[in-house]
């Protein structure tokens, strides 16, 4: 079964960091592009940042553009999030996403979720 | 900010047929990139609807349809049921500066 795992998250100060990991299974991870993509409360969706199966190639919003960084470990089928200066307005719920094989602008499997919330 | 304009509600009787709209522009539907659609239920994570405009993944009900024109798309529910009843996005690609993968504002369907 395709699934992806997210883990991290939680209560953070505003200006600190934290860090996201989403784990991947049921899949060849290494040959799929992968996204963040947050929801703040009562919100629609947002894509935060995505990158490459090779890790190559990164993009982020720019929202969050010089503070977020996108990584991920193929030998452990792992992504990551990491968010840096973080300001109230990046509290959402954060999933990882790949994108689909043959439509590539397309997020065909979610991860759970995991809340970050900024407040002091 | 979302780039990609839905309705914010949408309303039907059980069994009756609802659309749903996803206006873009000349830098996303309108440049050609495909227009997908999920489905969110509250407190879980969307979930994979309609891809490449009006394709369907394995599972989900041929009552959902999707079409493309021009700089907008559509999302159709056929026999409305209430499973349906949910929060409802498209989503594209965006070609502009701060472009790359936008979301439609969403749109809340309920079945009366």
């Known amino acids: 079964e395709v699934q992806l795992l997210e883990s991290g998250g939680g209560l953070v100060q505003p200006g600190g960091s934290l860090r996201l990991s989403c784990a991947a299974s049921g899949f060849t991870f290494s040959s799929y592009a992968m996204s963040w993509v947050r929801q703040a409360p009562g919100k629609g969706l947002e894509w935060v940042s995505a990158?490459?199966?090779?890790?190559?190639?990164?993009y982020y919003a720019d929202s969050v553009k010089g503070r977020f960084t996108i990584s991920r470990d193929n030998s452990k089928n792992t992504l990551y999030l990491q968010m840096n200066s973080l300001r109230a307005e990046d509290t959402a719920i954060y999933y990882c996403?790949?994108?689909?094989?043959?439509?590539?602008?397309?997020?065909?499997?979610w991860g759970q979720g995991r809340m970050v919330t900024v407040s002091s | 900010q979302s780039v990609l304009t839905q309705p914010p509600s949408v309303s039907g009787a059980p069994g009756q047929r609802v659309t749903i709209s996803c206006t873009g522009s000349?830098?996303?539907?309108?440049?050609?990139?495909?227009v997908h659609w999920y489905k969110q239920l509250p407190g879980t994570a969307p979930k994979f609807l309609i891809y490449?405009?009006?394709n369907r993944p394995s599972g989900v009900p041929d009552r959902f349809s999707g079409s493309k024109s021009g700089t907008s798309a559509s999302l159709a529910i056929t026999g409305l049921q209430a499973e349906d009843e949910a929060e409802y996005y498209c989503?594209?690609?965006?070609?502009?500066?701060?472009?790359?993968?936008?979301f439609g504002t969403g749109t809340k369907v309920t079945v009366l």
């Open positions: 996403a790949k994108t689909d094989y043959d439509y590539p602008t397309a997020f065909d499997i």
């Open positions: 989503q594209s690609y965006d070609s502009s500066l701060s472009g790359y993968y936008v």
């Open positions: 490449g405009n009006s």
């Open positions: 000349s830098s996303n539907i309108g440049a050609g990139y495909d």
């Open positions: 990158m490459s199966g090779s890790g190559g190639s990164t």
